[in-house]
Nanobody, 116 residues
């Protein structure tokens, strides 16, 4: 069935970079909008970035604009989140997401910790 598997998280110093990946299977990836969400301790899960099925349109939360880039490779059924100039406030579990049959499918999440 539908599977979303995030990877690439880890510990990085402020100002550093990470590239997250989400490997998708079990649905027609190339026709689906894909999103990245994150959830920090004690906070609600928030939308970070979104990319349309062809990759032709993207959107970002104000807090990450200019620092994060979402992209996708439909031939690999993978969506990416390139994170640059990381701040401690970016510390969170990052989740991959897509709408499936009227509801959201989620991955298991990958931990990103930004600390000196």
């Amino acid at each position: 069935q539908v599977q979303l598997v995030e990877s690439g998280g880890g510990l990085v110093q402020p100002g550093g970079s990470l590239r997250l990946s989400c490997a998708a299977s079990g649905f027609p990836f190339s026709t689906h909008t894909m999103s990245w969400y994150r959830q920090a301790p004690g906070k609600e899960r928030e939308l970070v970035a979104r990319v349309t099925s062809t990759g032709g349109s993207t959107m970002y939360a104000d807090s990450v604009k200019g620092r994060f880039t979402i992209s996708r490779d439909n031939s690999k059924n993978t969506v990416y989140l390139q994170m640059n100039s990381l701040k401690p406030e970016d510390t969170a579990v990052y989740y991959c997401n897509t709408p499936i049959n009227g509801r959201f499918a989620w991955g298991q999440g990958t931990q990103v910790t930004v600390s000196s």
